[in-house]
């Protein structure tokens, strides 16, 4: 490995991969460390799909979905790759629940047209759904599916293509921040003009200052075979999100041949280091019960998968300066909704690294305070995905 480098970016995962793609197309000089393999299944950003959508609560962020969903299709252009599905997307729940007129709302305000679609509206447009008779659902067309797996092999592909250096299965063990941060791998020790720190879970050990304000928690998806696969497909069966004690989202049978589906009912706190792939009994339990109850055409399980989330408190991301080391980039975009975000989240670190400042970074990407160090930050996010 050489001795200095421009650009150093700790982590392969969405963040990661997304900078050194974006410093690499803008001709920079830029090595990419991944202690595993590009799309490895112990971090954030892996499997089949993730849910895109434009519904934010906070305006602020409705426009920055927007802004994303303008730099898929850039990378989609430059790659030739698809990366984005518009399947549309059903928010369900009792009439009237606020989260749900929230979405409403928000939609609203942009030029998407969202609709409002009775239960019985529901059962003739998607029979899939048996829902109680006191619910309704918002359908938002813009909202679709974009591909962990997919999108992370694109990014590296092109990074390595404009002349970044790709290195896995390098373990990034310490880092010291100074003029020329610098960086003690298991490959040798790296020294730089600038360092992006987007390791996920692994945030808090490299950076133990943030360990007042990282939680790392284990989720779990869960994949159920449908009776007719068909019915269920990404042309007849919208990415889904339900108001109630389920807090659940879900997936068409996509690149693989059953529905995914997502719980939020337990969060088990862990770390990257120390956490099980055991997914909690609880969350078997919510899951199946769900899928006997609002979709029984698809309740045979077929496969579970356990994912790590890292959060901020109220939800937001951190992509921020080192308070000590302006040359040091600190980024943890995940609270488990940062994917639909990647291309554009790239060009924002690049930016920063670079100096330069972005009109899509928003103050409430700032270091929370309560971190080893004291810093103000903007109102809690209070949405979801
Ligand atoms: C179950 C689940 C469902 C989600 N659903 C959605 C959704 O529907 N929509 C949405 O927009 N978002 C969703 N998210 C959030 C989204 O997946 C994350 O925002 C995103 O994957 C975070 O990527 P990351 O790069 O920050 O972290 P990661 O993908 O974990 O990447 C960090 C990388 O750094 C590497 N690394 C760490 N430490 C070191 C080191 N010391 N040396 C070298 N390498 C290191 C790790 O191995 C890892 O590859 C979901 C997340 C989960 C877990």
Same mark, same amino acid.
């Given at each position: 490995?050489?001795?200095?480098?421009?650009?150093?970016?700790?982590?392969?995962?969405?963040?990661?991969?997304?900078?050194?793609?974006?410093?690499?197309?803008?001709?920079?000089?830029?090595?990419?460390?991944?202690?595993?393999?590009?799309?490895?299944?112990?971090?954030?950003?892996?499997?089949?799909?993730?849910? @895109?959508? !434009?519904?934010?609560?906070?305006?602020?962020?409705?426009?920055?979905?927007?802004?994303?969903?303008?730099?898929?299709?850039?990378?989609?252009?430059?790659?030739?790759?698809?990366?984005?599905? &518009?399947?549309?997307?059903?928010?369900?729940?009792?009439?009237?629940?606020?989260?749900?007129?929230?979405?409403? $709302?928000?939609?609203?305000?942009?030029?998407?047209?969202?609709?409002?679609?009775?239960?019985?509206?529901?059962?003739?447009?998607?029979?899939?759904?048996?829902?109680?008779?006191?619910?309704?659902?918002?359908?938002?067309?813009?909202?679709?599916?974009?591909?962990?797996?997919?999108?992370?092999?694109?990014?590296?592909?092109?990074?390595?293509?404009?002349?970044?250096?790709?290195?896995?299965?390098?373990?990034?063990?310490?880092?010291?921040?100074?003029?020329?941060?610098?960086?003690?791998?298991?490959?040798?020790?790296?020294?730089?003009?600038?360092?992006?720190?987007?390791?996920?879970?692994?945030?808090?050990?490299?950076?133990?200052?943030?360990?007042?304000?990282?939680?790392? *928690?284990?989720?779990?998806?869960? @994949?159920?075979?449908?009776?007719?696969?068909? $019915?269920?497909?990404?042309?007849?069966?919208? /990415?889904?999100?339900?108001?109630?004690?389920? &807090?659940?989202?879900? @997936?068409?049978?996509?690149?693989?041949?059953?529905?995914?589906?997502?719980?939020?009912?337990?969060?088990?706190? *862990?770390?990257?280091?120390?956490?099980?792939?055991? /997914?909690?009994?609880?969350?078997?339990?919510?899951?199946?019960?769900?899928?006997?109850?609002?979709?029984?055409?698809?309740?045979? /399980?077929?496969?579970?998968? *356990?994912?790590?989330?890292?959060?901020?408190?109220?939800?937001?991301?951190?992509?921020?300066?080192?308070?000590?080391?302006?040359? /040091?980039?600190?980024?943890?975009?995940?609270?488990?909704?940062?994917?639909? @975000?990647?291309?554009?989240?790239?060009?924002?670190?690049?930016?920063?690294? !670079?100096?330069?400042?972005?009109?899509?970074?928003?103050?409430?990407?700032?270091?929370?305070?309560?971190?080893?160090?004291?810093?103000?930050?903007?109102?809690?996010?209070?949405?979801?995905?």
């Amino acid at each position: 490995m050489r001795q200095h480098v421009q650009f150093v970016v700790i982590g392969a995962g969405a963040a990661g991969s997304a900078a050194a793609y974006a410093l690499a197309r803008r001709r920079q000089d830029v090595l990419l460390l991944e202690q595993f393999h590009v799309g490895h299944e112990r971090g954030s950003s892996f499997g089949p799909s993730r849910i @895109f959508r !434009l519904a934010y609560e906070e305006p602020d962020y409705a426009g920055l979905a927007q802004a994303a969903l303008a730099s898929w299709r850039a990378l989609e252009r430059e790659s030739g790759q698809q990366l984005y599905w &518009q399947t549309g997307g059903l928010d369900l729940g009792p009439a009237g629940t606020p989260s749900l007129e929230a979405v409403y $709302a928000s939609l609203s305000t942009l030029e998407v047209s969202p609709q409002r679609i009775s239960r019985r509206e529901l059962a003739r447009r998607y029979p899939q759904w048996q829902v109680p008779s006191d619910w309704e659902a918002v359908y938002s067309p813009e909202a679709g599916i974009v591909s962990p797996q997919r999108t992370l092999r694109t990014l590296t592909d092109l990074a390595r293509h404009h002349g970044a250096q790709v290195k896995e299965g390098v373990l990034a063990l310490e880092i010291e921040p100074g003029q020329r941060p610098t960086v003690v791998t298991s490959a040798g020790v790296v020294t730089c003009d600038h360092l992006i720190v987007a390791a996920g879970a692994w945030l808090p050990s490299l950076v133990p200052e943030l360990q007042a304000v990282l939680s790392v *928690t284990l989720a779990a998806s869960s @994949f159920y075979r449908p009776d007719n696969l068909s $019915a269920f497909g990404p042309e007849r069966f919208p /990415v889904f999100i339900t108001h109630d004690e389920f &807090q659940a989202y879900g @997936f068409p049978a996509f690149d693989v041949p059953g529905v995914k589906l997502g719980v939020d009912v337990v969060r088990p706190v *862990t770390t990257g280091e120390t956490r099980t792939f055991e /997914v909690p009994a609880r969350v078997i339990e919510a899951s199946d019960t769900f899928m006997r109850r609002f979709l029984p055409g698809a309740s045979a /399980v077929m496969e579970r998968q *356990t994912c790590l989330i890292t959060r901020v408190p109220g939800g937001d991301f951190i992509l921020a300066p080192h308070p000590d080391c302006p040359q /040091v980039t600190l980024a943890s975009p995940c609270s488990g909704h940062g994917f639909k @975000f990647t291309p554009l989240l790239g060009e924002l670190l690049a930016a920063q690294a !670079l100096g330069e400042r972005h009109p899509w970074h928003l103050p409430r990407f700032a270091l929370p305070s309560g971190a080893g160090w004291q810093t103000a930050r903007e109102q809690p996010l209070t949405g979801g995905l």
